[in-house]
């Protein structure tokens, strides 16, 4: 009877429909919580993916989504993720459901399903991750500041393992969301659509004029025209650079060459320093 028992309680072992379940759930809230900032938590769901991952560092293997660090404070008051709470505020009720989900699985799928929910490419997924406690919290300053210019953008993403193809190609989430003044104190959406994801930030820079704005807020870029877009100092250093610029004229002129190489570029993301066990990825279903 022992062995019985051992059966029916045994460990429960996560299957790709279990976790398309949780998709499906995240996609769900998506819609039934339209009532943020352009109409969709999406955006903000895909920073929060992005900044647990994008502490990583690739000389010691410490940081990135393994650990979900971000839920304890010092790392969830650095300035970086400010408003992030948010994020996984709208995600707490989704792991009350499936609790058997880790929150850097949860944060890194939601992610996905955000991207792809926002008519982005497939972002190929495996779960793996397991949460780790307070002592596990990165240092501040391992994310990007939106102040500089190229040789930040190389040495920050080049401690993860990135290239400049790479780097260009992960800061087209720009297409999707705004900044807040509350959060980082910049201000406004990058283009026209910001819960699409489209290859329109590229097009943007590339053919728009883009001045100082003239305000009391951090310095940023306006767009010329409608002077209700904005670009980052970060943002500009894109184009500005001869290498970056060669990626941004292609990423423009191609969006399905963009999305490919987007989609590659954030699965190596939101992998970086998982310990996996498998190297089966799941590509989730998109609801209709
Ligand atoms: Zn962002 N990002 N980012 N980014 N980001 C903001 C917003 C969003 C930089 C940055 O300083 C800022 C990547 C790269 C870089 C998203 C995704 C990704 C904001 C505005 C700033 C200041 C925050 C606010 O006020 O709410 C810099 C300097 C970057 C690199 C040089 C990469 C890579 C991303 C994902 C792959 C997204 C989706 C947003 C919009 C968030 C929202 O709440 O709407």
Redesign the pocket.
Known sequence: SGDITAKATGPFVPTQEDYQKVYNEIARLLVEKDDY?DGSYG??L??LA?HAS?TYDKESGTGGSNGATMRFAPESDHG?N??LKHARDFLEPVHEKFPWISYGDLWTLAGVCAIQEMQGPAIPWRPGRQDRDVAACTPDGRL???SKGQDH?RA?FGRMGFDDREMVA??G??S?????TD????DGPWDFS?TVFTNEFFRLLVDEKWAWRKWNGPAQYTDSKTKTLMM?P?DLALVKDKEFKKHVDRYAKDSEVFFKEFSDA?VK?LELGVPFKSEDRYVFKTSE
């Open positions: 900032d955006p903000v895909v920073r992005w994008g970086a400010a408003g990007p500041d939106a953008i920050i992960l800061c989430a720009h999707l969301g705004r900044a807040h959060r980082s104190g910049y910001p980052l970060s954030f993301l």
